[in-house]
């Protein structure tokens, strides 16, 4: 199901809720710190080298970015926060904006949380997490660059990670290890993206309701 992934196209740009698609398919939001990593992910999840751009500029992403995978199903890219050379009259505008998506957008299904491996957990990491589970929304933290560490460092920081996300959140986030460099854990967010997206063949024929 989740080769129907690799399908994905750039549908828009949204600097305001009124340049929101309609709100009535089925959405995956995509969120991190800058240079955590979010954009490569989503180009590794998708197996295209530039569906989403990767830059090194902090704050690159500056609007809600839509990839169409089907017909009212689509990836959603958030701006990256952490952006410290944004003015602070944009960052305020990207916050309202965001806190407004998660709170009203019927259509979102999932919230994936892009974390550097090597610094989990930061406090907007922390912040974008609670806003999925205080909606009843499933979330994923994909702890990407996981080559940078050795198997046995993985291996506790993820579970540290998973501990720590228990202890705040149940049972509502699921973790994993992830790089995009070594195909490291790019089959099993996949499968959690696909899933919630109902991306099989029974599912994917059918029109979502609004």
Known sequence: ??????RARYLLSAHNAGQLPEDGGWEVAFAGRSNAGKSSALNALTRQNALARVSKTPGRTQQLVFFEVQPQRYLVDLPGYGYAKVPQELQAHWQAFIDRYFRTREALKGLVVVMDIRHPLKDYDLQMLGYAVNRGLPAHALLTKADKLGRGQQAQTLQKVRKELASRFADSVTVQAYSGESRQGVDEAREVVGG??????????ETPAG
């Open 196 to 205: 919630w997206l109902g991306l099989n063949p029974a599912v994917a024929d």
């Open 1 to 6: 199901m989740s080769q129907l992934l690799e």
